[in-house]
Nanobody
Framework: QVQLVESGGGLVQAGGSLRLSCAAS????????MGWYRQAPGKQRELVAR???????SYADSVKDRFAISRDNAKNTVSLQMNSLKPEDTAVYYC??????????????WGQGTQVTVSS
């Protein structure tokens, strides 16, 4: 089993910054990619940012140039630096890890979610 533990959410004013962190633990052969998703009330969960084991990153258009994802492969951690936050960034943020369990199978694990609230 793999566990993802998130930290760093909270309440911030518009224009402020927050940093989310996520640590993966358990029996891990290899983590292919780690990322952050978010879900606002009444909306579907959406990808915010993703980083592959080699360092390639991808971002939602709505957060490009404001958010930065980073990863420490040795520690199995991923962080999301969020700057210039907007009220529309308010959501529950979920850490995701796509983990290689065997040479032929992968599995997506999710954290419990952390609330980010941006006040106007």
């Amino acid at each position: 089993q793999v566990q993802l533990v998130e930290s760093g959410g909270g309440l911030v004013q518009a224009g402020g910054s927050l940093r989310l962190s996520c640590a993966a633990s358990g029996i891990i052969f290899k983590i292919n990619a780690m990322g952050w998703y978010r879900q606002a009330p009444g909306k579907q969960r959406e990808l915010v940012a993703r980083i592959r084991s080699g360092g390639n990153t991808s971002y939602a258009d709505s957060v490009k140039d404001r958010f930065a994802i980073s990863r420490d492969n040795a520690k199995n951690t991923v962080s999301l630096q969020m700057n210039s936050l907007k009220p529309e960034d308010t959501a529950v943020y979920y850490c995701n890890a796509n983990v290689r369990l065997t040479t032929t199978s992968n599995y997506d694990y999710w954290g419990q979610g952390t609330q980010v609230t941006v006040s106007s």
